[in-house]
């Protein structure tokens, strides 16, 4: 009973009316939020400045004093300074010796220095209790009380109570302390605000290999083509038809690329009969930027939306359309309506529809907003289940659109495939080997082993 109340108690923020006075070094923007933040949260704030002169940007309840005044008034010194100018903290050795002093700093490119600002600081001020945080916030975020991934505060360090304390501070002002150990990862989380998009980056290039690859497929059979045998100049197909020819493909081939690892794990797993063992590193890298390749695609579904919203507006289709009536006219005969046609036109669409409506719906239980408010079993429910019946009815929109050029020789300009074919490779794939995995007779030995049986035990490892 004692272990779990203590367990509590070191879980929860200190919720005590009083709190203890914090230092903060450092008058710029970051140093202002921050102290403004603490006041709020009920914190006496004390600047230590060069200049003791109190601005207007400095908020009222706080007091300004020299360094060595504001160090003397506080147990934890927050530096709000860049690395360089760290030469000043070195007469204050001993004031600070015992006192937690908090690094909040960052640098202009990865690893600029042999060791982290926060070792840094460390060799400087060897009495001091040196803790890295807040560097992953920005002022922005402490003003306007942001959301999700930005109230994550990354926290370490080596003394343990002085961690603690500043990790009570951070709960205190509405964050979420992550603790990452000692002072040896403060270099990894000094990196972590310089990366641009780091999960990004695969999904990214592979996104836009594709598209140049389709954009350029287009144009040679939908343009260069025609031209050549045709003689019809189709160029202006470059502005609106390739892109919306374009942005279809590429959903469904990114949406199946998705759900595409999970498929080659469960068959890895399924070949070693154990789930104990590593994926290869390419399988691994893949099934971590699962929910970026699916907002990615969810971006093309929504610009394919938008481009056949805003087709009939186009010259092209008006002048096509005018052409057929004054065909009829001219020849004194209505084309009677045919039922086939129409059946598979108003299925196409309404499959699309419904696809790209449960794709939205994919999309946003995947944000961090969302996802935190839903449990595990609900979350899985809606990634892997409709993710998959999303799968299905963006395939079958597909394939009611564009299956009618398999058997057409037309189809098959320069012996080369319509794009639409192309497009259906890889969902399909993952579609039939997800149905073969479902069978009881594989689904069965797959769950076992995803429940850690082994059919040879000494790969548990």
């Known amino acids: 009973m004692n272990i779990n109340s203590s367990n509590i108690m070191a879980l929860a923020p200190n919720t005590s009316n009083k709190r203890e006075t914090v230092c903060i070094f450092g008058t710029g923007d970051f140093g202002r939020a921050l102290g403004h933040k603490m006041i709020q949260s009920g914190y006496p704030v004390v600047y230590g400045s060069r200049s003791t002169q109190i601005s207007n940007l400095i908020p009222k309840e706080a007091e300004v004093l020299s360094h060595a005044e504001a160090a003397q008034k506080a147990a934890v010194i927050i530096i709000a300074i860049q690395r360089q100018h760290y030469n000043f903290l070195t007469p204050l050795a001993e004031i600070l010796h015992g006192k937690v002093v908090v690094d909040i700093s960052n640098n202009l490119k990865l690893n600029q220095y042999p060791e982290s ?3 840094y600081l460390a060799q400087l ?3 001091a209790k040196v803790v890295k945080a807040f560097n992953t916030v920005s002022a922005w975020a402490l003003q306007s009380g942001a959301l999700d991934a930005s109230r ?5 360090g ?3 109570e002085a961690k603690q304390m500043v990790m009570n501070i ?3 002002l509405g964050l979420t302390p992550l603790d990452q150990g000692s002072l040896l990862a403060a270099q990894g989380i000094e990196n972590y605000p310089l990366q641009l998009f780091p999960m990004w980056k695969f999904p990214f290039f592979l996104s836009l290999g594709l598209t140049a690859f389709f954009f350029f497929y287009c144009l040679a059979l939908d343009v260069i083509y025609t031209y050549i045998y045709e003689r019809n100049n189709f160029s202006f197909f470059i502005a609106f038809t390739i892109p919306n020819r374009i942005c279809p493909v590429m959903a469904l081939i990114l949406l199946a690329l998705v759900y595409l690892p999970g498929v080659l794990a469960a ?3 399924l070949y070693r009969g154990t789930k104990y063992r590593r994926f290869p590193d390419w399988l691994d890298k893949w099934m971590l930027c699962r929910k970026q390749l699916g907002l990615i695609a969810l971006a093309f579904a929504s610009l394919h939306a938008v481009f056949t919203l805003a087709s009939p507006m186009r010259s092209f289709v008006r002048w096509r359309t005018s052409k057929g009536i004054i065909s ?3 020849n004194n005969k209505t084309e009677p309506l045919d039922t086939t046609n129409a059946w598979i036109s108003d299925s196409y669409l309404a499959l699309g ?3 790209f409506f449960f794709f939205v719906l994919v999309g946003i239980t995947s944000l961090p907003s969302v996802s935190n408010s839903v449990n595990w079993r609900e979350f899985r429910f809606v990634q892997s289940k409709l993710g998959y019946l999303t799968l299905i009815l963006c395939t079958a929109h597909t394939l009611l659109y564009g299956g009618k050029w398999f058997l057409s020789p037309s189809a098959y300009r320069w012996y080369l495939p319509n794009i639409y074919m192309l497009s259906l490779v890889v969902p399909c794939t993952v579609l039939v080997v997800k149905f073969v995995l479902i069978f009881p007779c594989i689904d069965k030995p797959l769950t076992q082993i995803r429940q850690g049986w082994e059919r040879n035990p000494k790969y548990s490892e």
């Open 158 to 160: 080596d003394d343990v």
């Open 117 to 119: 600002n926060a070792e």
């Open 328 to 330: 009829q006219a001219l």
């Open 152 to 156: 994550q505060v990354f926290v370490c």
């Open 353 to 355: 529809i419904l696809g």
């Open 170 to 172: 951070v709960r205190a």
């Open 125 to 127: 001020l060897p009495g």
């Open 267 to 269: 068959i890895i797993q």
